[in-house]
């Protein structure tokens, strides 16, 4: 059974930091693109952040120059760290795996003023 865990979200004043964690259970993790999405309150769930097997990544124009996708395929996790944090970026973070579109249960940010 495949199954996606985020943690790592927070509340955090606009300019920090926080850094998500996926931990992927049962699947091969290494052969798989891994992305980020979320969604805000009363807003469609929109994409933030892909990273492929091969490491190449893709970011929303949104998040560019701030956020970061990685992988440790020891680990069977992918991670993302947001950086200069804006309130606009308060939503619920979720990871996803396209082959099969297999979600995990997401994990709140709340970036205040």
């Known amino acids: 059974q495949v199954q996606l865990v985020e943690s790592g979200g927070g509340l955090v004043q606009a300019g920090g930091s926080l850094r998500l964690s996926c931990v992927a259970s049962g699947i091969i993790f290494s052969i798989n693109t891994m992305d980020w999405y979320r969604q805000a309150p009363g807003k469609q769930r929109e994409f933030v952040a892909k990273?492929?097997?091969?490491?190449?990544?893709i970011y929303a124009d949104s998040v560019k120059g701030r956020f970061t996708v990685s992988r440790d395929n020891a680990k069977n996790t992918v991670y993302l760290q947001m950086n200069s944090l804006k309130p606009e970026d308060t939503a619920v973070y979720y990871c996803f795996r396209g082959i099969g579109g297999t979600w995990g249960q997401g994990t709140q940010v709340t970036v205040s003023s």
């Open positions: 990273i492929t097997s091969g490491g190449n990544t």
